[in-house]
């Protein structure tokens, strides 16, 4: 803000919510600029109270080169020349040349990160061959850093075992201290552990992003609905982008049980926040319900677009059991994946009854559905069967004598009849499935579930 850099880690976050004054909830017939508008300069005014600045622009990393400045401007310059080319033969010229440039610039980044932390890989197939070729490299390598005038940091430098087992740890040393030996090495922002293992970067980075997706569900959960569309923006640019860094290396992990478990409940707890959904919601109904893809499916993407986008045909091949040539053919075949998922899975089936075609959700952008809508379509309602389900009701029949299904609630029950007529009216005689798939009927659907469920609460809490 104003060439100031936000110091995030002094920030009150109780004084944020104190001094955040959210204009009222959306409605249907708002102009949403303008309301975008009020709610920025809202949130600008908070941070300001809230949130410390420090002057100055970002610290350069590490390893940035007066030749990588050169180049950056190089690829600026020649991405503007093409966009603003006119002629076509010339826009492809520009267009090749800025390509070539940027590939180069990359590369020449890639360059220098290793340069900055340099990575050894050394095979033996015992300790004291393994210490002989450790050392040997290492005094290589320190030769190497002398002649470009670099030290490497004896404090920093550590080693981890990739493979195989040692009851003790082999003695390497660099300029006579002995290295240590971790059980996990942050190398290039991903957490590897001894055998490969991604567990703890797992780990970390669901924790990180989950932590992010708090900080703001925490900020709107008290002050208005946020809208589907809303949440699955920010689910895919907070905390895909999160949990994604570095997939293309682990994501061959996120097939396996565990960490598939790990990186979907940290989605859930996200998704449950932000619809207002009961903890007793199964994250197979979440995902559908928000038209969100499942996590370990959105690292598999994530994967799969990168193999594709550099070439690494045999990775892309390893990850996904096939040879898509393009990144629609990548899509598809995560949603089959899903879809299959989705089909055999026991969880979620009043959802399912609704909603069975995941490419069918996905296309339904007027699908928006308020907390009670989603308590609705998982069939975790305050409706008297769900709750004899639960053991929380004697009997399952409504307070009129039928069997007190939501069908019944919502369209037939004489007792909830002056709740929202006008909405019942309009709804009755069409099947749910197809109410929910028609633009103008949803939102009026939606009124009803929302309205009848507010009055069954209000009548549980008195």
């Not at 409605?27 to 941070?47: C, E, F, H, Q, R």
């Not at 992990?253 to 207002?276: D, E, F, M, S, Y």
């Amino acid at each position: 803000m104003n060439g100031k850099n936000l110091c995030l880690r002094r920030a009150d976050w109780e004084k944020l919510e104190r001094e955040l004054h959210l204009p009222r909830p959306i409605a249907p017939w708002d102009n949403i600029d303008g309301y975008a508008k009020g709610l920025t300069k809202a949130i600008t005014v908070a941070m300001r109270a809230a949130i410390p600045t420090t002057r100055g622009g970002a610290a350069p990393a590490s390893f940035w080169t007066e030749e990588l400045g050169r180049l950056r401007t190089s690829v600026r310059r020649l991405r503007r020349d093409y966009q603003r080319a006119v002629v076509e033969r010339e826009r492809q010229v520009r267009l090749e040349q800025y390509r070539a440039i940027k590939a180069k610039y990359i590369a020449k980044i890639e360059e220098a990160r290793i340069r900055n932390d340099p990575l050894l890989i050394i095979a033996a197939d015992s300790r004291r061959r393994l210490e002989k070729r450790a050392n040997t490299a290492l005094s290589r390598l320190e030769r190497w850093c002398e002649a470009q005038k670099l030290q490497i940091s004896t404090g920093k430098t550590t080693y981890t075992m990739l493979r195989g087992s040692m009851q003790r740890s082999p003695l390497i040393r660099l300029r006579g201290r002995t290295l240590r030996r971790q059980v996990v090495t942050k190398y290039l922002g991903i957490h590897m552990g001894e055998r490969g293992s991604f567990a703890e970067h797992i780990t970390q980075t669901c924790y990180k992003a989950t932590a992010t997706m708090q900080k703001i569900a925490r900020l709107a959960r008290n002050h208005y609905h946020m809208p589907m569309k809303s949440i699955r923006t920010y689910v895919a640019s907070v905390m895909t982008s999160i949990v994604t860094y570095g997939a293309s290396v682990w994501a061959h992990k996120a097939k396996q049980v565990r960490p598939r478990q790990k990186l979907n409940t940290a989605q859930r707890g996200v998704l449950i926040t932000l619809t207002g959904a009961y903890r007793t919601t199964s994250t197979d109904a979440l995902q559908v319900i928000a038209g969100i893809l499942p996590m370990d499916l959105e690292v598999l993407r994530v994967a799969v677009e990168y193999c594709l986008r550099r070439g690494k045909t045999e990775r892309l091949e390893e990850l996904l059991s096939a040879r898509p040539t393009t990144k629609q053919q990548i899509r598809e075949h995560i949603y089959d994946l899903w879809q299959r998922r989705w089909e055999s899975s026991t969880k979620g089936r009043n959802v399912y009854r609704f909603l069975p075609d995941i490419r069918e959700r996905l296309g339904m952008e007027h699908m928006d559905p308020s907390r009670g809508l989603t308590h609705f379509l998982a069939g975790h309602d305050p409706f008297p069967f769900y709750l004899h389900e639960r053991g929380l009701r004697e009997t399952n029949l409504c307070d009129c004598g039928a069997i007190s299904t939501a069908d019944h609630v919502l369209l037939e029950c004489p007792l909830v009849r002056d709740v929202a007529d006008e909405e019942r009216q309009a709804l009755r005689g069409h099947d749910l499935g197809w109410i929910l798939r028609r633009r103008d009927y949803f939102h009026t659907m939606d009124r009803l579930v929302t309205k009848i469920v507010n009055h069954l609460e209000g009548q549980q809490r008195t």
